[in-house]
């Protein structure tokens, strides 16, 4: 009832107000219906690694790459597409330190993982490397688990796992460099007392990052990985 009542209050004296547009918010939200309506969803996708497929399917499908080689990680769930607004809000909220970006980011993922029938006995969100923390002054991917696991009522681990090198940025590699650059990047201080997890990400574009993440985890003695993002690349 007092979480209640302080929403009640906070939305009374701040209003929600749509970050795309500047119109009342809904639900809470600082998104109107208009523009969440505009959102791309990531629906078809291979439903271990999220790639997005063109063709639509009744049932479960993977991608020729899983078929291939499958990844440490066992399921991924996006919510968009990496486009337009959402793109939007996670290159301001990454680059340009916009955290009122992130609760909005972790309440939409919310909403959905919601239907999730498995919902995993803690969050791991993807660390960053010491210094890059210290450069960018948060970690986006932590920002976006604090909501969500708010609103889902499930524990947050920042503790047991580190990102022991600094690898740099990804996104001018190619799919094989990423590849080598996040080989042995992280490295589990403490065995996690969980069998099931998911990680936290903004964005999956290869995978290699959350795969990398998720061969640690595995070796520590986590027997299932998800792997939690907003969008898809």
Request: with cysteine; net charge positive; aromatic share 8%.
């Amino acid at each position: 009832m007092v979480n209640n009542w302080s929403i009640i209050i906070q939305n009374y004296l701040f209003p929600p107000t749509c970050i795309l547009c500047g119109h009342p918010g809904q639900s809470e939200k600082d998104l109107c219906l208009y523009c969440e309506s505009g959102l791309i969803r990531a629906t078809e996708c291979c439903y271990r690694c999220g790639a997005l497929f063109e063709e639509t399917s009744t049932a479960p499908m993977l991608c020729g790459a899983c078929l291939n080689k499958t990844p440490y990680f066992d399921e991924t769930h996006a919510v968009f597409v990496y486009t337009g607004a959402i793109r939007y809000l996670l290159t301001t909220l990454k680059f340009g330190g916009q955290l009122k970006h992130a609760r909005l980011i972790g309440q939409l993922m919310a909403e959905q993982f919601l239907t999730i029938v498995e919902i995993p006995e803690c969050l791991i969100p993807v660390p960053l490397h010491s210094e890059r923390y210290r450069e960018r002054g948060f970690n986006q991917a932590i920002e976006i688990a604090k909501t969500i696991a708010k609103r889902m009522d499930i524990p947050v681990d920042l503790d047991s796992i580190i990102r022991q090198r600094s690898t740099g940025h990804q996104t001018e590699l190619s799919a094989k460099q990423r590849k080598k650059n996040m080989l042995n990047a992280f490295a589990v201080k403490k065995k996690l007392p969980f069998n099931h997890v998911a990680i936290v990400d903004d964005v999956m574009t290869t995978g290699t990052t959350v795969s990398e993440l998720a061969k640690a985890l595995k070796k520590s003695g986590v027997h299932r990985v998800d792997v939690w993002v907003c969008a898809r690349a």
